[in-house]
């Protein structure tokens, strides 16, 4: 089956690259300095979030927009998009955090790590799914060597640290510049009204993917603010594991998946369904009856007073639904019009407004339990991924790709 090879091969290389920044984390933890160690934590959430503000979209539009037809260089329209959002960016969250100083050395990690994930949809179009997400996370790979190159020899401090970003943001980028000139994939130059339509519908890929993305994070949003952040990290060790393994291999079916579905490409539906429901029951079956012990040997124990099998159960069950709405996500845009795709942000803002209203009243007139927001997240899962469901099939999203 083709899609369970690009699949699997997508993971592994995913998976590596994701153990490679785990390790890199826990190395720079215990030598860095506590400023410097949250001065790291804060540019690696910054860079992939900015990424994603700066391009608007427009890497999945791409995708979708050129599914059809040949590819088109947009690079001349892309590049001078790039470095104006990337300026604006940093001059904003350089009033909010402190760059040291160092504010030029961030603006051109914001401008390399986002042309390196544009580049990538070329990548995705042609089939190269692992190549691509070896380029998108290969900066974790780079960036865990040169640490562990580095702290041998020298204590790290924050200049340090944004120096070793751009050096791992900048190797996977210039390998990405092979796509710009291959002549036998991209022959001509995307013209001015065709790029508006890609930024056009790239920023409702944007509105869709960001909204999205902040239903799976609510709950790391709230309970640091409703109860402080030692709640917050007792939640991050309850669901650390449960979450990231389900949500790490997701991510990789969608990252295959959603090329495929826009170029049409025949998908065995059956086999999708049952391989990804075996996948689901195989991993919820051994965090059901494990879990503890692997939590408590991977944390040694630090957690286990605030764990029980009804609040792991529950956990869990939050895992298997966000890998199953990552799967609906990508079929609606893949498959969806634009159409379908507007009215598929209309649910996603629904179910955002209901699960805050859920979780201030909870939080202001029930209990001061922070663990009371697990079974709060569930039922927001179970009703948004009902409501997606039933979204896809009456406006015969799938239906429809089949008969093409």
Known sequence: MKLFDYVS???????????????????????????????FNLLKRIFPMG???????IDKSYIKYFSKSDKM??????????????IILTLLIGFIYDFNGYDLSVFICFVIFSL??????????????????????????????????????????SIDI??????????????????????????IFTPAKEFKKIVSFGFLFFLVNILNLTIVNMEGLFIPYFYGQEANGIYSGLSFIYITVFVMIGTSIGYVLFPMLSKKEEINFKSLIFYTSLTVFIISFIFIFFGDLI?????????????????????ILIGALQFINGLFHWFILGLGSKKNII?????????????????????????????????????AWVVKVSITLYFIFKNDIISNYLKY
């Open 9 to 39: 091969r997508t993971f592994l290389v995913m998976a590596f690259a994701m153990l490679c920044s785990f390790i890199a984390t826990l190395k720079l933890g215990e030598i860095l300095t506590m400023e410097n160690f949250g001065f």
């Open 51 to 57: 990424a994603a503000i700066i391009l608007l979209g």
């Open 73 to 86: 260089k947009t690079f001349h329209y892309v590049l001078p998009m790039i470095f104006f959002n990337s």
């Open 116 to 157: 390196t994930l544009f580049l990538t949809s070329y990548a995705r179009l042609s089939n190269e799914y692992a190549t691509a997400q070896l380029i998108h996370a290969g900066h974790k790979i780079i960036f865990f060597l040169t640490v562990l190159g580095i702290i041998t020899y020298y204590d790290l401090n």
């Open 162 to 187: 944004i120096n070793i970003f751009l050096f791992a943001f900048l190797i996977p980028c210039l390998y990405v510049f092979k796509y710009l000139y291959d002549e036998n994939s991209i022959k």
């Open 295 to 315: 939590n408590s040997i991977a944390f040694k124990g630090k957690f286990d007073l605030y764990r029980t099998f009804k609040i792991d159960l529950m956990i």
């Open 343 to 379: 009215e598929y942000l209309k649910i996603i803002i629904f179910t955002l407004i209901t699960y805050f209203l859920f979780v201030v009243f909870i939080t202001t007139f029930w209990t001061s339990n922070f663990l009371s927001i697990i079974p709060i997240v569930l039922i």
